[in-house]
């Protein structure tokens, strides 16, 4: 049994960094991509970032580029999310998802991925 667990989110002002970290049970954490998703009140779930098995291979929505940063640790079984600059518009709560590679569908499509964490709250205010 794979969980997954995120840590990190809190409340903060415009222009303020927080970093999330999720944390994966079991020994298999460096054969899976992982990926950060997040949902707002009301809106789908969307994506936000991917990173590679190894951590060589990184993808970033067009909304975060620039000013999220997505890494790993295989050795600690935990993945980041270094959010800087935040804005109001990135409130939302903040998921984690490992993919075991076995889907074909859209990197970015959260059914491409097989584990979730319950997620963390990420408030930024104006």
């Known amino acids: 049994q794979v969980q997954l667990v995120e840590s990190g989110g809190g409340l903060v002002q415009a222009g303020d960094s927080l970093r999330l970290s999720c944390a994966v049970s079991?020994?298999?954490?460096?054969?899976?991509?992982m990926g950060w998703f997040r949902q707002a009140p009301g809106k789908e779930r969307e994506f936000v970032a991917r990173i590679s098995w190894s951590g060589s291979y990184t993808y970033y929505a067009d909304s975060v580029k620039g000013r999220f940063t997505i890494s790993r640790d295989n050795a600690k079984n935990t993945m980041y999310l270094q959010m800087n600059s935040l804005k109001p518009e990135d409130t939302a709560v903040y998921y984690c998802a490992a993919d075991k590679g076995h889907s074909r569908t859209l990197l970015t499509a959260p059914g491409r991925y097989d584990y979730w964490g319950q997620g963390t709250q990420v408030t930024v205010s104006s």
């Open positions: 079991g020994r298999t954490f460096s054969s899976y991509a």
